[in-house]
């Protein structure tokens, strides 16, 4: 157990709607990270916060937002959704920003967009 | 472009022998590097890290070996076990403070360990 949580851990939804995943980090961890990894894929960097505010971003569509609250939890927000949106969304979290500290990863949220 | 390749989709060893899983990379600013392992229907979880200063690093049945002039790294697991049957993610990151923390991952290589 990571001590990450996510949740929904899979959610279906149909195209042109919006949904919401939630993270917690793990105790402590002031950053958070958001991965998208499409079938069979590498995992690809979204977004990062730190302590609240956007720290670093990745190919994050214009569709998709993010934020970091001041409990530390995290939402990841993903509308107008297209069947391509289908992926595993994975969140992470670490105790340090810029250093070498391991990502600690959830469980994943499985998105089926229909 | 990718960043961070794992060449090889997939590995069968059997058990007791060593595995191999390489690993490439492009960007030079890369300066840590990490190896996760994934479980179906579970997240990555950290496996053994390298800093860009050091040239091995060994933790238990595991070792990572980077070769900084050929951008290259791989990990090995000796002796394998069955319980090793996993996917092997690459990672490598930009230890910058404007970098964030962010990690960019290869493919990610599927290892299966024949009883």
């Known amino acids: 157990d990571s001590g990450v949580t996510q949740t929904p851990k899979h959610l279906i939804t149909a195209t042109g709607q919006r949904v919401t995943l939630r993270c917690s980090p793990r105790?402590?961890?002031?950053?958070v990270y958001w991965y998208q990894q499409s079938l069979d894929q590498g995992l690809q960097f979204l977004i990062q916060?730190?302590?609240?505010?956007?720290?670093a971003k990745g190919n994050i569509l214009e569709r998709f937002s993010a934020q970091q609250f001041p409990d530390l939890h995290s939402e990841l927000n993903l509308s107008s959704l297209e069947l391509g949106d289908s992926a595993l969304y994975f969140c992470?979290?670490?105790?340090?920003?810029?250093?070498?500290?391991?990502?600690?990863f959830g469980n994943g949220t499985r998105l089926t967009v229909t | 472009d990718q960043q961070v390749k794992q060449n090889s989709p997939s590995l069968s060893v059997q058990e007791g022998r060593i595995s191999i899983l390489n690993c490439d990379y492009t960007n030079s600013m890369f300066d840590y590097f990490l190896w996760y392992k994934k479980y179906p229907a579970e997240g990555p979880t950290f496996l053994i890290s390298i800093s860009s200063i050091k040239d091995k690093n060994e933790d238990g049945r595991f070792t990572v070996f980077l070769n900084k002039s050929a951008k290259h790294l791989s990990l090995h697991i000796v002796p394998s076990q069955p319980g090793d049957s996993a996917v092997y993610f690459c990672a490598a990151g930009e230890g910058s403070r404007a970098a964030g923390n962010k990690l960019t991952f290869g493919g990610g290589t599927r290892v299966l360990v024949k009883p």
């Open positions: 992470a979290s670490s105790t340090r920003q810029g250093s070498n500290s391991p990502l600690h």
């Open positions: 916060y730190y302590n609240g505010e956007e720290r």
């Open positions: 105790s402590g961890d002031l950053s």
